[in-house]
């Protein structure tokens, strides 16, 4: 509230000082204004960014045998990138499976000694049980074993190496930060909480990089807090038809201009029609009505360096405003 009545005071004093100086006509100049959708221009620099990055992990535990990448490196889908020595994963693989084997010629084994009469129904319900324990126990030597090679999810580029060849690796342990190649470019914004008022997802916005000139982006994201820092609503703007081959890195300062129409009506009116704001904050205007002239006070919606945007409803009628020359005009109480 502070900063709009300075505000308001920096506009007055330049209208008064306007108004001090003589001039050569005594006329005055009108103009009709109709009630119209508040339409406003958000324009800010913001950082282009990842939507999404992903830390690439092994689910085994070994030595790193193998690393086909490297930081700034691109890759394609389905590549190997990774693979850890698997000498002992395989060894481990190769013995649960001679145990499957093992148990399945017990069950056999079982089943003929029991049409002879020489078994009995339990040791083949013991025999049974022990090839399913194998069974599981050999799916996960070979899940173990499969999972020492990774493989790209989709083509992308290494952000960030977080390993080397011949350490060990423990799973989860992260050895490659990875972004997409598509659908993956966003411009980061910081707007107050007015303008986030106005901003919906999926709304195109001119966006400006150095690299590439003029783009179309659209509105992907829109927070329901602000930031801690600064208290601003950090939305973003995804780049649909931009992929990283395009020249432009993480961290680029970009342009944006959002366009936005909002559901509320206003009176539009030039800055040099403003009167006075009276102690109620509302805007003082001339308005004619046939040949009189009076004074008339509306609540602000918006103000800036160009208009006074003035509560309406959509039904109300055009006003004649007096835009110039009311300095001279005196109108009786």
Known sequence: MKSWNSFIKFLMIGITLSASFPTLSQSYDFQQVIV?????????????????????????????????????????????????????????????????????????????????????????????????????????????????????????????????????????REILKIAALEQ???????????????????QKVNVTLQALGGVVGEVSKIPAIANTDGNMFIIEVLLPNINLKSGIVAGQIAEIIINFTS????????????????????????????????????DIYRLDNQFVYLFASVDDQPLQIVTSGWQHISIGK
């Open 184 to 202: 993956n470019w966003v411009v980061k914004v910081a707007l107050t909480g007015n303008e986030v008022s106005q901003v919906r997802l999926g």
């Open 36 to 172: 119209e959708p508040y339409a406003d221009t958000i324009k800010r620099t913001g950082k282009l960014d990842f939507k999404r990055t992903l830390n690439l992990s092994f689910k085994s535990s070994g030595y790193l045998a193998k690393l086909t990448v490297d930081e700034g490196q691109y890759f394609e889908k389905d590549q190997l990138i990774a693979s850890l020595d698997t000498t002992e994963l395989g060894q481990n693989k190769n013995s649960t499976y001679a145990q499957l084997l093992q148990a399945k010629r017990e069950v056999n084994r079982q089943k003929r000694l029991l049409e002879n009469k020489l078994s009995s129904e339990q040791d083949l319900d013991v025999a049974l049980t022990r090839v399913e324990t194998t069974r599981a126990a050999y799916q996960v030597a070979f899940y173990h074993f499969e999972k020492a090679r990774v493989f790209a999810p989709f083509s992308g580029v290494v952000l960030n190496r977080y390993t080397e060849l011949g350490e060990l690796q423990s799973p989860g």
């Open 263 to 298: 559901n509320n009506f206003v009176y539009r009116l030039p800055i040099s029609a403003l009167v006075t704001v009276d102690d109620n904050g509302q805007a003082v205007v001339i308005v004619r009505n046939e040949q009189d002239l009076t004074y008339q006070s509306y």
